[in-house]
């Protein structure tokens, strides 16, 4: 069973940055695709940015070139880091771990982004 721990997320004004961590615990975390998704009020969740086992990433248009998602397979950890944050980038947001048929996800982390 595989657990993940989000930290990092808080309140934060517009124009500033904020870096999301999650670890998670088990074996498999070098083969897995890891991901951050968020979900903000009414509406649903959404991918933001996603990394493979290769390091490879891809991002949501609307974060494209101010959030930036990084692994650190030693530590079992990916992050993200949000540069240039503005306020409809407000959400709960979500790790993700896909290995195989399975899929985790973490508690989630509150970002929100003052005008």
């Known amino acids: 069973q595989v657990q993940l721990v989000e930290s990092g997320g808080g309140l934060v004004q517009a124009g500033g940055s904020l870096r999301l961590s999650c670890t998670a615990s088990?074996?498999?975390?070098?083969?897995?695709?890891m991901g951050w998704y968020r979900q903000a009020p009414g509406k649903q969740r959404e991918l933001v940015a996603v990394?493979?086992?290769?390091?490879?990433?891809n991002y949501a248009d609307s974060v494209k070139g101010r959030f930036t998602i990084s692994r650190d397979n030693a530590k079992n950890t990916v992050y993200l880091q949000m540069n240039s944050l503005k306020p409809e980038d407000t959400a709960v947001y979500y790790c993700?771990?896909?290995?195989?048929?399975?899929?985790?996800w973490g508690q989630g982390t509150q970002v929100t982004v003052s005008s």
């Open positions: 993700n771990l896909r290995t195989g048929p399975s899929n985790y």
């Open positions: 088990g074996s498999g975390f070098r083969i897995s695709v």
């Open positions: 990394i493979t086992p290769g390091s490879s990433t």
